[in-house]
């Protein structure tokens, strides 16, 4: 299932010069040119410029028309799962549960072991349901089966898997052989104990295939019911050893804690490298496992509201504790009633601290796909960051896809609001969720272009800035210059291979004036053209991380 990706270019240890391109740099909006020292952006400016300081101590890049951009963060990543998924059973194109049983049947007939696949969703199948326990196990001739759903928080599994983990027991198992809950939990820990090697082999691969894809920082979303802390702390490991050929990793950890000793306790065991305790700590679920806590309930599941996992109080003491420790707090929350027990526990919180420590914290919550009433005044109250994933709507918004069969199609019009949010001055980062959805940067870009709701789209510039810069802010970097390319600022960039720059807009109701090149507007690539940007060389501090090698060496 694997392809091996190319490896990064050795280093030229003096300056290196990348000019007859384009540099998206807020110092220069027509540079064309851009120097880097001893990790670090030296200067940027024009080709005749450029000729002028060019000499033999330098390494010359001829960008020959390609674009270098600050790189992008993916501001919500499961490192572990996403590498495996690149290595399983991919099921995002299946049309039917025969389909999904064919594969099954075929890799099982290929490889030894546990079949492994990930990304069905049953919305799009003629059935309207997944295979079955008995389905799965004439499929692979008795071989354990498990099969993620694409967002990951619900699989089925074979009836050899559920013996053996001893799920029929446990919360959240169906009888069909469909896990969510605690019942997910044990059947996704049977079929991923990874050993020490094989962890950071996956590991590995997943941060390759995301620097290859321009990302120069990952916010991996570690949790106990995903993960043990050991693959967190692998993680850890791969990031700060040798001569650094990978994106960073911006650890957090969900696990809720209710006293300082704790925190603190979970502070020491990650060697005070966390950057919050934060991330996948649920307060609900998933819309499309019916576990989002939505109110008004579902609309294809009656008398089906969704779970909460976390009481108000819980929550509010882990926050309280987070903040007296100046350390990043927030949880996973994605269905309005979910959003709404957020903003109770922030409200304790606030009493209890008071709200201007409680905004200094720079607490985040993560996908945010649904709002309540007066959330987005909460939201700003308490300083709060939202980590997105407009890829969410481009797989599963509009009139006829997952969230219009789940809730309706009113409910779904007003779903992952990037517009409302960025409107309104909530900081707002954007990730993939991966391997829940691809690690696409500009496919996450358009998405904000394209949102199924034309009141909730933005700009591509807006959606660029929140890609970059702002994920770096979200995490609590405490460089103010990471995320552009100015002199000064860190030589952290992506190079991409274009068919054209323009300044897009979501519509025309923008002044002609900014669209035009004497605006001084930075350019970045049209995205509604044939061929999407390819990524051509990830840096970061001044060392290649990837490298395509259509530049050179």
Not at 357 to 362: E, I, S, T
């Amino acid at each position: 299932m694997s392809t091996s990706l190319p490896s990064a270019t050795p280093e030229h240890t003096g300056p290196t010069l990348y000019r007859n391109g384009s540099v998206y740099s807020p110092a220069d909006p027509y540079a064309t040119a851009m120097l880097i020292d001893n990790g670090t952006v030296a200067w940027v400016g024009s080709e005749p410029a450029a000729s002028s300081i060019a000499d033999g101590s330098m390494s010359i890049v001829d960008l020959d028309g390609r674009l270098v951009a600050p790189g992008f963060v993916d501001s919500h990543v499961h490192l572990t799962e996403a590498g495996l998924a690149l290595e399983s059973l991919d099921l995002t194109a299946a049309a039917s549960v025969a389909q999904v049983l064919e594969l099954v049947a075929e890799q099982a007939g290929r490889e030894a072991g546990p079949v492994l696949g990930h990304g069905w969703d049953e919305t799009r199948w003629p059935e309207h349901r997944p295979p079955t326990a008995a389905e799965l196990d004439r499929a692979a001739g008795g071989r354990e089966v498990y099969l993620s759903r694409v967002d990951a928080h619900s699989a089925v599994v074979s009836g050899s898997l559920a013996a053996r983990a001893g799920l029929t027991a446990a919360e959240g198992w169906s009888a069909s052989g469909q896990v969510r809950m605690a019942a997910h939990e044990l059947a996704r820990a049977a079929v991923r104990g990874l050993a020490p090697g094989r962890r950071r082999e996956v590991q590995e691969r997943a941060l390759h295939h995301a620097a290859a894809r321009g990302y120069v920082a990952v916010a991996e979303m570690g949790a106990p019911q995903i993960a043990p802390a050991e693959d967190l702390l692998s993680l850890l490991e791969l990031d700060g050893t040798g001569p650094r050929q990978l994106p960073k990793v911006l650890p957090y950890w969900g696990e809720l804690v209710r006293t300082p000793e704790e925190l603190a306790g979970l502070v020491e065991h990650f060697g005070g490298r966390l950057r919050g305790l934060a991330g996948d700590l649920n307060i609900d679920g998933s819309i499309g496992s019916h576990t989002a806590c939505v109110h008004g309930g579902y609309a294809d599941a009656a008398g089906e509201p969704g779970m909460l996992f976390l009481g108000a109080e819980e929550a509010a003491r882990h926050l309280e504790l987070c903040t007296e420790a100046g350390i990043q707090g927030g949880f996973h929350v994605i269905g309005d009633a979910g959003l709404d027990r957020a903003l109770e526990a922030l409200e304790l919180a606030a009493q209890r601290v008071g709200e201007a420590k409680l905004r200094a914290a720079g607490h985040r919550l993560e996908h945010v796909e649904m709002l309540p009433p007066g959330a987005v005044g909460k939201l700003l109250d308490y300083g709060i960051s939202v980590s997105m994933q407009p890829l969410f709507d481009a797989y599963w918004g509009g009139n006829s896809s997952l969230y219009a069969a789940r809730l309706g199609t009113d409910r779904a019009l007003g779903m992952n609001a990037v517009g409302t949010l960025q409107t309104a001055g909530v900081p707002v980062c954007l990730g993939s969720d991966a391997p829940v959805t691809a690690q696409d940067p500009w496919a996450t870009v358009r998405a904000c272009l394209e949102h199924h709701n034309p009141a909730e789209r933005i700009s591509a510039r807006a959606a660029f800035l929140a890609h970059t810069r702002a994920g770096w802010r979200a995490a609590g970097e405490p460089n103010p210059l990471q995320g552009q390319l100015a002199p000064g600022t860190p030589a952290t960039f992506a190079v991409w291979d274009v068919q054209e720059l323009s300044v897009q807009t979501p519509d025309n109701r923008v002044s002609a004036w900014s669209t035009d090149a004497r605006a001084g507007t930075p350019l970045l690539p049209s995205l509604d053209v044939d061929r999407m940007p390819r990524c051509e060389r990830t840096v970061i501090d001044g060392a290649t991380i990837y490298d395509s090698g259509a530049l050179g060496r």
